[in-house]
């Protein structure tokens, strides 16, 4: 059964500081790994979808990486902003599985504070 | 572009009361739908999900239920609410490959008193 772990659960930073977000998970066995923003009360925004085949994809000040083989998944920000405060959720989808059936961990909570 | 939509945003029912959340999508044809629920201190659970009109597979047996009566409308049901049904409701949207990503509707918070 696919577990998604994500660490830290929460993270503190000052403004202006580069940082990474963890995702892990068990089962290598993955059509795509999705990262996620959601901020308080309100529904998710997807932020970068990496493909089993790729390595890392890139949007704006966001890199997020895969490695397959070890199980994880890296979300990079870059000169982090208070707007950057919101909970950040890394999914699976596996093979074999139910269609579309993300695999959810249970999220990093970051603050950035100015 | 494509947009969902959820509706109501907020909602506090009894407990025993019915229940109909609906989700549409513009902007895309035979889209797949999916309903998942996250709940206080837990992650997000895929509720149902559909491929079509009509086609609705359960992942987790509960007292709710799902119809797609239309192409771009999906609605999740009960006929009668538990406390733990309490919850964020999210409807999602997907092309129909399994390697497209999901997109993510605004969300209904479900109070069940």
């Known amino acids: 059964k696919q577990e998604v772990t994500q660490i830290p659960a929460a993270l503190s930073v000052p403004e202006g500081e580069n940082l990474v977000l963890n995702c892990s998970f068990t089962d290598s066995a993955i059509y795509n790994l999705q990262w996620f923003r959601q901020d308080p009360g309100k529904g998710l925004t997807s932020l970068l979808l990496?493909?089993?085949?790729?390595r890392e994809q890139t949007s704006g000040r966001l890199n997020a990486s895969l490695d397959k083989s070890s199980g994880r998944s890296t979300l990079y920000i870059a000169a982090s902003q208070p707007g950057d405060s919101a909970t950040y959720l890394c999914a699976v989808k596996n093979y074999g599985g139910s269609q579309g059936n993300l695999i959810f961990g249970k999220g990093t909570k970051l603050s950035v504070k100015p | 572009s494509q947009t969902i939509h959820q509706w109501p945003a907020t909602l506090v029912q009894p407990v025993g009361s019915p229940l109909s959340l609906e989700c549409t999508v513009e902007g895309t044809s035979n889209p797949n739908l999916y309903w998942y629920r996250q709940a206080a201190g837990r992650g997000l659970q895929l509720l149902f999900y559909?491929?079509?009109?009509?086609?609705i597979s359960s992942e987790v047996p509960q007292n709710l239920s799902a119809s797609r009566p239309q192409d771009r409308q999906f609605i999740l049901s009960s006929k009668k609410l538990l406390l733990s049904d309490s919850g964020f409701y999210l409807c999602?949207?997907?092309?129909?490959?399994?390697?497209?990503?999901?997109?993510f509707g605004p969300g209904t918070r479900l109070t069940v008193t």
């Open positions: 999602a949207w997907s092309m129909g490959e399994q390697s497209y990503e999901q997109y």
């Open positions: 990496i493909q089993s085949s790729q």
């Open positions: 559909s491929v079509g009109i009509g086609q």
